[in-house]
C-alpha cells in the first residue's frame, strides 16, 4: 500500500488560481493540479489520505464526492486524526508540526505499514522532510512536484 497524504490549499488550489478565475466559474480546486493528482496515483497505485484542514468541517464521504466531482479518478481512504481543531480559541502556534504529528498518529494506528508515502503539502513538514514534496500556495501543485512524489512512492510497474 501506498499513500498520499493531501492538503487542499496551496496543493489543490493556490492563491493566483483564487484571485485571477471569475468567482462564479471558479472550482474548488484547479483542474490542471488535479490532474497532476491523478497521474500520481495512476503512475504509483497510491491512494490518497485527506490531512487538509478540509477534513475539520467536511466528513470523508463528502471530501471523496467533492474530489471526485472535480475530476479525481483515485480512491481516498481515510483522513488523518484532528489534533489541533480550529475550533480552539488559541491558535496552532506550528501548524507544521501539527501536521506531522497528524500523519504520524495515522501511521501508528494504520494495522498495515504503508510500503511508501508521501506528504503534498504548502507547510513546512520538518519532521517529515523525507517524505515531504512541498508545494508553494500561490501556485499549487505542479509538474515538477508531481516527478518529486513518483520518487518517494515508486512508480508502479
Known sequence: MKIV????DGVLNH??????EDRDARKQFSPPAVE?????VKRTGA???VSS?????????ALRKLLAAEGFVGEVLDHTPILHPRTMRVPDPNPGQTRCMEIMQW?????ERPESFVALDDLELEL?????????SDTGLLDTHVEM????????P
Not at 501511521?107 to 494495522?111: F, I, N, T, V
Request: proline fraction near 4%.
Open 5 to 8: 497524504f493531501l492538503d487542499f
Open 15 to 20: 492563491y493566483l488560481m483564487l484571485l485571477n
Open 36 to 40: 497532476r493528482l491523478n497521474a500520481i
Open 47 to 49: 491512494r490518497v489520505v
Open 53 to 61: 484542514s478540509w477534513r475539520e468541517w467536511t466528513p470523508v464521504d
Open 107 to 111: 501511521l501508528d494506528a494504520c494495522p
Open 128 to 136: 517529515l522532510a523525507a517524505y515531504h514534496v512541498k508545494t508553494e
Open 149 to 156: 512524489a513518483i520518487d518517494l512512492l515508486g512508480e508502479s
